[in-house]
């Protein structure tokens, strides 16, 4: 064994609400190697405000969660994923109240008190279950005080995967993966994790585009990953970008849940008048894509830096109930949304696209899963509907652990695996390269593949994502590893996935809309876009 290989049952790459979960599933089994790129809980799934959504009220039905899936989905959602995470979404409310997760109560007239649930964009009935405006966070916590106190699992903090290991590549005649090369950012040195199975947690590839409403961690790693690794992607131009982010010069990233438009909130222009009625007859509640484009639609048309989002005609004392983070950090900004409108703009949000896998979150490639954002399941179609996100790490993580306790005696752990090779690289000498490198793909894609495309802007953007991939590819090949270089050259693999797949879908659907083909092709059945790498390892 080489001095810095880490031997393991199981790598999870990735500690949000799918990778916390799928450790917690198998580690009463198995050992459990955990790696996040920061400390435990800095991720997406801690940003998530609005909730869960999983059927419990008697007006309510499996069959209505799945046909509002289906709707929101543009037609490309796979009828199979939708029921298996719907039909499954009762029993991960359930373990979630099991780890510790408090949701949020409401008093009764009986003076019981039973579970508020609050409705979204999409949704028909209320079935979002919440923690207050702050979900994901109480997820979050509550998963990861779990992780921290079972013996099995070694959490990893401050690492960062490089590229993952294929045994055919090293010789080991085994077509599989094998393990990861990780980057501990505390030491500056590559570790080997040696495992008899591999999971990518690692979330969305938001941090394309210059404006987000995720933290700095979502750089697309689990999705370049396999697809170097050999994997097929799916799906990549449909990209949601969240209608409401507060307009603030400090305010990075910060979301105003869509809950906030689900309990009454108003999307006005600065005059105040309001105008989704006159992009759907949902108005406010109508899905993401929709609203997105009409606040993108009346921002150009009218030269604004923003709309408003308005539910200050509320009770003061119904705001700060139902929305006390929000409104708390609103006021750090200097907005009162008892007392007055917030100023919002739209965001890059999530990708509905990802990794290609089945049901059971297995990939491609032999030993490799994927779960959660970095999955491409089938479950959103061509649009995410609010709320199923966190459903589908809890479903998904589920199915995948059952997968491996009944396969991973036929995955075989490889020999000792080759260590990490720097001896020809030097230090960067000019680091400012990355950074510059860095900020150009995410304005250009902001410019060039958001809200709004043509044929047009994705030339231009595939032009110079491919100048900017030679560049990153070089500069990867003649200098150490950094966690910014590690991040730049997947934020362009995954910016030109999402670019390939936009300028190969010639209509309008979903999160992608073309001016240069405004409207659906329903001319024939609507088909998924599956890009294959050079590379492909075909198993299925």
């Avoid at 969660?65 to 029993?91: F, K």
């Avoid at 989704?276 to 606040?295: G, H, S």
Wanted: glycine letters at 8%; aromatic letters at 8%; proline letters at 4%.
């Amino acid at each position: 064994m080489t001095y810095n290989q880490v031997e393991c049952d199981v790598l999870v790459l990735g500690t949000g609400a799918a990778g916390l979960t799928l450790a917690l599933q198998l580690a009463d089994q198995y050992q459990v190697a955990l790696i996040a790129k920061g400390e435990m809980t800095e991720g997406c799934t801690v940003y998530a405000q609005g909730g869960i959504s999983a059927v419990a009220q008697q007006d309510d039905s499996l069959a209505s969660h799945i046909e509002d899936t289906l709707n929101a989905g543009a037609g490309l959602c796979d009828e199979e994923a939708v029921r298996t995470a719907v039909e499954n979404g009762p029993r991960a409310i359930n373990w979630l109240l099991e780890q510790g997760v408090s949701f949020t109560k409401e008093a009764q007239e009986d003076g019981s008190s039973d579970y508020h649930l609050t409705r979204e964009g999409g949704h028909s009935h209320r079935r979002v279950y919440h923690a207050a405006d702050a979900t994901g966070k109480e997820i979050e916590t509550s998963l990861a005080e779990q992780v921290r106190v079972h013996p099995n699992i070694t959490i990893y903090q401050h690492h960062i995967a490089v590229d993952l290991i294929r045994g055919d590549r090293i010789g080991w005649s085994a077509g599989r993966c094998v393990g990861a090369y990780v980057l501990d950012k505390t030491e500056q040195y590559v570790k080997v994790f040696n495992a008899r199975c591999t999971i990518l947690a690692t979330g969305g590839a938001s941090k394309a585009y210059l404006y987000t409403s995720n933290p700095d961690v979502s750089t697309g790693d689990g999705i370049a990953m396999a697809w170097r690794a050999g994997c097929r992607v799916g799906n990549m131009e449909f990209v949601q970008f969240h209608p409401t982010c507060l307009y603030h010069s400090k305010a990075k990233s910060f979301l105003v849940t869509e809950a906030v438009r689900g309990e009454g909130g108003r999307l006005l222009l600065p005059d105040g008048t309001p105008f989704m009625k006159d992009f759907d007859p949902r108005a406010e509640l109508a899905p993401r894509d929709i609203v997105a484009r009409a606040i993108d639609h009346v921002m150009k048309r009218d030269g604004l830096d923003h709309v408003l989002l308005d539910i200050s005609y509320k009770p003061a004392e119904f705001v700060t109930s139902h929305f006390p983070t929000i409104y708390q950090r609103c006021l750090e900004f200097g907005f009162d949304m008892t007392k007055q409108a917030l100023p919002v703009v739209p965001a890059a949000h999530y990708t509905c696209g990802g990794v290609k896998t089945d049901l059971n979150g297995c990939t491609d490639l032999d030993g490799l899963y994927a779960i959660g954002e970095t999955a491409f399941t089938g479950l959103h179609g061509a649009n995410r509907m609010a709320s199923n996100s966190l459903l589908e790490c809890i479903v998904f993580a589920f199915r995948a652990a059952d997968h491996i306790r009944e396969h991973i005696n036929d995955m075989p752990k490889a020999p000792e695996l080759p260590a990490w090779d720097e001896s020809r690289v030097t230090d960067s000498d000019e680091e400012v390269v990355v950074s510059h490198n860095w900020d150009e793909v995410r304005r250009f894609m902001w410019d060039y593949v958001g809200i709004v495309r043509t044929d047009k802007r994705l030339q231009r953007a595939k032009h110079r994502v491919d100048l900017l991939k030679r560049e990153a590819q070089e500069y990867y090949g003649n200098f150490r590893v950094t966690n910014d270089l590690i991040e730049l050259r997947n934020l362009v693999h995954v910016a030109d996935l999402i670019i390939l797949s936009a300028m190969s879908r010639k209509e309008s659907r979903g999160l992608h809309y073309t001016l240069d083909y405004p409207e659906r092709d329903d001319s024939k059945p609507p088909q998924n876009t599956i890009l294959i790498p050079e590379n492909y390892v075909g198993k299925r």
